[in-house]
């Protein structure tokens, strides 16, 4: 595979557009793989940004996030270091080990994050998302973690419970990804609801593309943001989930990122071949 200082000069940076999940067609190929994947996906948050409910529910207050043109815009749970993570066990999510807290029993996974979990403002007119039991549960302690910006930056953390009827993630690992393979990534960017980063399926030219995969690491022009740390990344020729997130961000979301030159990519992400005994010593599956 070709280095990721080796970049075409025509490479585009920061495609594929963000959809909410209900935007999906799933009748195109690509866009049913992401929706399979989806339901596996939750928003890791620290406890303390939640409320319990005598129900068992829980809720988290909302702030505004960002407006783009580009991309949907909703009410943003707060976190100080928003993560995706996504579940590879029935009970073991894998997510990016940069934005962990110092206790993992500090952070919530939350389970179909989607916009519909917006509840009416309450007497102070604030506005909550509520998770219902059954679409939280607690992290328990992380199982493997290692932050080495060469070498792969993940974590695989055991919950606490099983989410009741959600399947896992199968896991790539067995063969490479070829450059300009069309890809897709699933996540929560500023603490949002679930989005997909994907390309029109009339379009095939709108989808992002991998630049290079070397060394354990995908280069990409998929757009991220802040919150996409730990998102599952999709390579859409095949099933199953390729890599997790760490590294990048779109340049045109006002946010604040190295100056690059245009045809440099602006995502990374650790190739899940990589993790290949941390991943089938917790019996995830492997395809």
Do not use: K
Not at 115 to 135: H, K, N, Q, S, T
Not at 143 to 150: F, L, M, S, T, Y
Not at 165 to 173: L, N, Q
């Amino acid at each position: 595979m070709g280095s990721f200082r080796q970049i075409a000069s025509g490479a585009s940076v920061g495609r594929g557009d963000r959809r909410d999940l209900r935007e999906l067609d799933p009748r195109d190929p690509a866009h049913a793989r992401a929706i399979a994947v989806a339901p596996a996906v939750a928003f890791l948050v620290r406890a303390h940004h939640a409320a319990f409910a005598a129900d068992g529910s829980i809720t988290a207050a909302t702030i505004a996030a960002p407006a783009h043109g580009r991309f949907p815009t909703h009410p943003r749970i707060q976190s100080a270091a928003p993560l995706t993570g996504f579940l590879v066990t029935r009970q073991h999510l894998l997510t990016a080990a940069h934005g962990l807290p110092g206790e993992a029993g500090e952070l919530m996974a939350l389970f179909d994050f989607t916009p519909d979990r917006l509840a009416p403002p309450d007497i102070d007119g604030v506005r909550r998302y509520r998770f219902e039991p059954g679409r939280w549960a607690r992290v328990a302690r992380v199982v493997a973690a290692n932050r080495g910006p060469e070498s792969g930056d993940y974590a695989i953390l055991e919950l606490d419970r099983a989410p009741p009827g959600r399947s896992p993630t199968s896991c790539a690992v067995g063969r490479g990804v070829e450059p300009d393979a069309p890809v897709a990534m699933i996540g929560h960017p500023f603490g949002q609801p679930v989005q997909i980063t994907i390309g029109d399926p009339r379009t095939p030219s709108t989808h992002a593309r991998a630049l290079a995969a070397d060394g354990g690491r995908l280069a990409s022009t998929l757009a991220a943001s802040r919150g996409h740390s730990g998102s599952p990344v999709l390579a859409l020729d095949r099933d199953g989930v390729i890599a997790v997130h760490d590294q990048g961000y779109a340049g045109d979301i006002g946010e604040r990122s190295a100056v690059r030159p245009a045809t440099h990519p602006r995502a990374f992400a650790t190739l899940l071949a990589t993790l290949t005994a941390d991943l089938r010593s917790i019996g995830a599956a492997l395809v």
